[in-house]
Nanobody
């Protein structure tokens, strides 16, 4: 499975962006997720979502502002990001896994087999 992320860019604080991640070579896995890595920091799980929504989770810092979704017909996962803050600045990566895991561990990067190349989001005035 190859994952292609897009949609990053420069946005002012309080603005919105929608990231997309499209799978090719195979269908999206049962479990999909978005991670991010800010300069000088470790990769952080942002949100995860399983087919059917059984395992859906958000890290505390984005809950209520970000929404993960998937369009199976388009083999695409989205991350709608609203009320963006400067601390959301990072390279965002999508990831997938064939079989879902419990929501308690779905933000652990070690459970994912496939990764996209990353798209840069910069929140600045």
């Amino acid at each position: 499975v190859q994952l292609q992320a897009s949609g990053g860019g420069l946005v002012q604080p309080g603005g919105s962006l929608r990231l997309s991640c499209t799978a090719s070579g195979s269908s999206l896995g049962s479990l999909i997720a978005w991670f991010r890595q800010a300069p000088g920091k470790e990769r952080e799980g942002v949100s995860c979502h399983s087919r059917g929504g059984i395992s859906t989770s958000y890290t505390d810092s984005v809950r209520g502002r970000f929404t993960i979704s998937r369009d199976n017909a388009k083999n695409t996962v989205y991350l709608q990001m609203n009320s963006l803050k400067p601390e959301d600045t990072a390279v965002y990566f999508c990831a997938s896994r064939a079989v879902r895991v419990p929501s308690s561990i779905c933000l652990d990067s070690n459970v994912y087999h496939y990764w996209g190349q990353g798209t840069l989001v910069t929140v600045s005035s």
